[in-house]
């Protein structure tokens, strides 16, 4: 079942700007918050400006920061890894196993997706956890967009600029999951989908009128949310 977690826009953690929607890291944060704990090992995976690695920090956990672009991590972290994860990841940069990954929008990022969960488990503790998120796909939105334009939401040509190359439905998501023999822990969908793609249902009125009430408690999975969150464990 997922559920829903709060709104997304554009905001900010002690003056380091999260590169993500409004409050994803906040939403995310009450999700993982029974797992935290001072003193563990965290690896936060393209971490942008740092913001959420700030916040980990701030609980007394050892952050280790890893991004493509290392000049503009703000958060006092523990270490600064320099990596692009579309390449071989050398594992003898990372001396030690973490007890959380945070992978936060990076996944859509990631030219093979399944090695890329292979490569956070092989850096995982045992009973670690992975937190992923994801653009959503799957809200109804982005199916009538497909269904009219044959193009997803987050994932149109203008977004190929951002690097979102590889769009996951749920179903792959927890494809994933059952492969790797990863736990789902949590799951659930945050924020409202922005208006100007709201909008573009006043072009298909006769679909929003009368089909699209028709087809929606029908569809099945994550309908609504901007963004997709799922809070992973690996076995012990």
């Not at 951002?162 to 179903?171: C, D, Q, Y």
């Not at 009125?205 to 690996?234: C, E, H, V």
Request: hydrophobic fraction near 40%; include cysteine.
């Amino acid at each position: 079942m997922f559920i829903k977690i709060g709104n997304l826009k554009q905001s900010d953690y002690k003056g380091i700007p999260e590169m993500a929607a409004w409050k994803l890291h906040s939403d995310i944060y009450d999700m993982l918050k029974p797992y935290l704990k001072e003193k563990l090992n965290v690896l936060d995976f393209g971490c942008g400006q740092g913001a959420f690695s700030q916040r980990l920090v701030d609980l007394g956990m050892v952050v280790d920061a890893c991004d493509i672009n290392t000049d503009q991590i703000k958060a006092t972290v523990n270490r600064k890894i320099k990596l692009d994860l579309n390449n071989e990841i050398p594992h003898d940069k990372f001396p030690y196993k973490y007890d959380i990954i945070l992978a936060f929008e990076i996944i859509e990022h990631i030219h093979n997706p399944w090695k890329y969960i292979d490569d956070c488990l092989r850096l995982l503790k045992k009973g670690g956890i992975i937190v992923l998120t994801t653009p959503n796909i799957s809200n109804f939105i982005s199916r009538l967009r497909f269904l009219m334009r044959g193009t997803l939401l987050a994932f149109e040509k203008t977004d190929l600029r951002h690097g979102h190359i590889t769009p996951l439905t749920f179903v792959q998501i927890e494809n994933l999951c059952e492969h790797f023999g990863l736990k789902i822990e949590k799951k659930g969908y945050a924020g409202p989908i922005p208006l100007i793609h709201i909008y573009e249902l006043s072009r298909f009125s006769i679909l929003r009128n009368t089909i699209l009430p028709l087809l929606y408690p029908f569809m099945s999975g994550p309908k609504k949310g901007r963004a997709l969150i799922y809070i992973l464990r690996k076995n012990e």
